[in-house]
């Protein structure tokens, strides 16, 4: 059986992404989770538009899809801090 130490190594050099959200269309939990944001902020952006349309499947009835580039595109775009805390 490994070690604590061999464990804790082995998680530090896991990837940063899970395996469930690999993907490039991602289900909004799996977006939410991608920005690193709470459901409830991510449903609060995507209600005010401030979030990027969410992709059509066809011939699909299922939940929305985000394209994760898109979803790199908008965190991207979002403003800098200065140093004093401000925008």
């Given at each position: 059986m490994p070690s604590v130490a061999d464990r804790a190594s082995a998680l530090a050099d896991a990837p940063i992404l899970s395996v469930e959200i690999a993907g490039l269309l991602l289900t909004?939990?799996?977006?939410?989770?991608?920005?690193?944001?709470?459901?409830?902020?991510?449903?609060?952006?995507?209600?005010?538009?401030?979030?990027?349309?969410?992709?059509?499947?066809?011939?699909?009835?299922?939940?929305?899809?985000y394209l994760r580039a898109d979803l790199d595109e908008w965190a991207r775009a979002l403003p800098q801090r200065d140093a004093g805390g401000t925008r």
């Amino acid at each position: 059986m490994p070690s604590v130490a061999d464990r804790a190594s082995a998680l530090a050099d896991a990837p940063i992404l899970s395996v469930e959200i690999a993907g490039l269309l991602l289900t909004v939990d799996e977006a939410a989770r991608y920005l690193g944001l709470s459901l409830s902020t991510f449903h609060r952006l995507k209600k005010h538009g401030h979030l990027p349309q969410p992709r059509e499947l066809p011939g699909s009835n299922s939940d929305d899809r985000y394209l994760r580039a898109d979803l790199d595109e908008w965190a991207r775009a979002l403003p800098q801090r200065d140093a004093g805390g401000t925008r």
